[in-house]
């Protein structure tokens, strides 16, 4: 499956902003193709950065004293993965999307930077903020966190288990089984715990879009609330039937719309141009 990672806004319209989306465990960009197009039409320049491939679910890490990897049932408990180098993967990737896209035009990258994460890379951003200077090239005006993952797993199971705890849209398990480059039995693992602490400890001071399906196996719902509460802007959306891709799930349109309702706010430094004096619903 081609791996379109880039989205321009519609020829003629001025770019309303920046957006750079992480995906989660296993995926790969194409992962987020549908996404992509839908936000670039609202004149987004949106790009998909990969997953670092130093990635803290997959990787081993060697006792050095047993030389046993981690991840192995003698090895498990021997040595923690390796959340830092992942993060710092992670902060490379996003500062060498930003700069590319910054590079694009003579007036540098368009504003506001928007940070997307799903999954995996939505717990990968959040812990970013507890070491990265908001003086770093990729630091946003705002943050999307979408489908934050929970101490827990549903590892195990057939391709079809692994589908039905990501998402219940045809669509969508169609693109999952095509691209042959998403990573069975990545789905559903875990996530370490160190990388979690970091994430739900997140209290930077831009603001957040929190999203979360009603129906997600894998989200630790009272930890996301309490994250929602702790930040100093936060917005939480809990999505009626989604799964865990709940960018992806049935109500994508829904969820698209309400990502740009909130671009839309961050543009007007969160107090919208136009604002509901009256309404009958």
Same mark, same amino acid.
């Given at each position: 499956m081609t791996?379109?990672?880039?989205?321009?806004?519609?020829?003629?319209?001025?770019?309303?902003?920046?957006?750079?989306?992480?995906?989660?465990r296993g995926e790969t960009p194409a992962t987020y193709g549908r996404l992509g197009a839908r936000l670039a039409y609202d004149a987004y320049r949106v790009r998909i950065v990969n997953l670092p491939t130093t990635d803290p679910v997959t990787d081993p890490v060697t006792d050095p004293v047993t030389g046993t990897a981690a991840g192995t049932a003698a090895g498990a408990a021997a040595a923690p993965a390796p959340v830092a180098p992942f993060l710092d993967a992670l902060a490379r990737g996003l500062t060498e999307a930003a700069g590319d896209l910054g590079a694009e035009t003579a007036d540098g990258l368009p504003r506001p930077l928007v940070l997307?994460?799903?999954?995996?890379? #939505? #717990?990968?951003?959040?812990?970013?903020?507890?070491?990265?200077?908001?003086?770093?090239?990729?630091?946003p005006q705002a943050v999307v966190l979408?489908?934050?993952?929970?101490?827990?797993?549903?590892?195990?199971?057939?391709?079809?288990?692994?589908?039905?705890?990501?998402?219940a849209c045809p669509t969508h398990r169609?693109? /999952?089984?095509?691209?042959?480059?998403?990573?069975?039995?990545?789905?559903?693992?875990?996530?370490?715990?160190? /990388?979690?602490?970091?994430?739900?400890?997140?209290?930077?001071?831009v603001p957040h879009l929190?999203?979360?399906?009603?129906?997600?196996?894998?989200?630790?719902?009272?930890?996301?609330?309490?994250?929602?509460?702790?930040?100093p802007q936060a917005r939480l959306g809990v999505v009626?039937?989604?799964h865990h891709d709940v960018l992806n799930d049935l109500q994508h349109r829904?969820?698209?719309?309400?990502?740009?309702?909130?671009?839309?706010?961050?543009?007007?430094?969160?107090?919208?141009?136009?604002t509901v004096e009256a309404s009958a619903w």
């Open positions: 791996q379109t990672t880039d989205f321009h806004a519609p020829a003629g319209l001025r770019t309303r902003g920046t957006i750079l989306i992480v995906p989660g997307v994460g799903s999954d995996l890379g #939505a #717990a990968g951003i959040a812990a970013l903020f507890a070491t990265a200077s908001p003086s770093a090239v990729w630091w979408a489908g934050l993952p929970g101490g827990g797993s549903q590892a195990g199971g057939g391709w079809d288990d692994e589908l039905d705890v990501r998402t169609g693109v /999952l089984t095509g691209d042959t480059a998403v990573e069975r039995g990545a789905l559903a693992g875990p996530v370490p715990q160190d /990388l979690l602490d970091a994430a739900y400890a997140n209290t930077a001071d929190l999203l979360v399906g009603d129906a997600d196996p894998l989200a630790d719902r009272d930890a996301i609330a309490r994250a929602a509460k702790t930040l009626r039937g989604a829904s969820v698209a719309a309400e990502v740009v309702t909130f671009l839309e706010a961050v543009r007007e430094e969160l107090r919208p141009a136009v």
